[in-house]
């Protein structure tokens, strides 16, 4: 079974948030604010954390940052829908996800299952496939209607990140940092323009892309 720790100050949202997560079979550690969440995590055994931003005690990005001193349980935050900047910096600490309230259960629990799928170990399947195109990731190619795709270096980097973390919200900040270095971390320009390449590359319509989805202001992720 799997143990969710939630941290929440409003009451009657982690009551709803406990007894909606019982139900469907999992076991819940609910915390109101960020010390006893980080006490409750460091007593071990938590599969994943649903974490609200705003906490009376600290700020839910430094329980974010303290968590990953030493654990990497996926973390998902729950934010307000103004609060762009504290969603940004909680992805930049380490956070995996977010949920902006109000937010529909059905919604959160899909972003709980494919939080608790990444954590399984990947398989030695390297092959990634969409509907539209396939990745090898070993051989490093590309392939779409049966034909070899030319990438760059940079946009093959870009597109490895991607579909290496399938479902996975990857960060502005993280891409920019991981694909061309520390001192570009604010430079989407950079990002658009390959992520319009690799549209133009991969996807039927990229214009309506299917599978490099754009979250604005946050960042990129690959639908399989
Ligand atoms: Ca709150």
Redesign the pocket.
């Known amino acids: 079974m799997n143990r969710i720790l939630i941290v ?3 009451p009657q949202l982690l009551r709803a948030l406990t007894i909606n997560l019982r139900a469907r079979g999992y076991e819940v550690k609910p915390a109101a604010d960020g010390t006893s969440a980080l006490v409750a995590a460091g007593a071990g055994d938590i599969d994943l954390v649903i974490l ?1 931003l ?2 009376p005690d600290m700020d839910g990005v430094d329980v974010v940052r303290a968590l990953r001193g030493w654990n990497d349980v996926p973390v998902i935050v729950l934010s307000a829908r103004d609060a762009q900047a504290a969603k940004v910096a909680a992805l930049d600490a380490g956070a995996d996800d977010y949920v902006t309230k109000p937010f529909g259960m059905d919604e959160l629990l899909a972003r709980i299952r494919a939080a608790l799928r990444r954590t399984v170990p990947a398989t030695d399947a390297p092959i990634v496939r969409t509907a539209s195109f396939s990745v090898d990731l070993s051989a490093k190619r590309a392939e779409r209607n049966g034909q070899e795709v030319r990438l760059t270096p940079t946009e093959w980097h870009l597109l490895e990140l991607l579909v290496r973390n399938p479902g996975k919200l990857l960060s502005q900040q993280q891409l920019l940092q991981q694909v061309w270095g520390p001192s570009y971390a604010t430079e989407t320009n950079y990002l658009r323009v390959y992520m319009a390449q690799l549209r133009r590359k991969l996807e039927p319509h990229p214009s309506q892309p299917q599978h490099l989805l754009t979250e604005p202001g946050m960042g990129y992720r690959f639908a399989p």
Request: proline share 0%.
């Open positions: 929440e100050d409003e609200d705003g906490l």
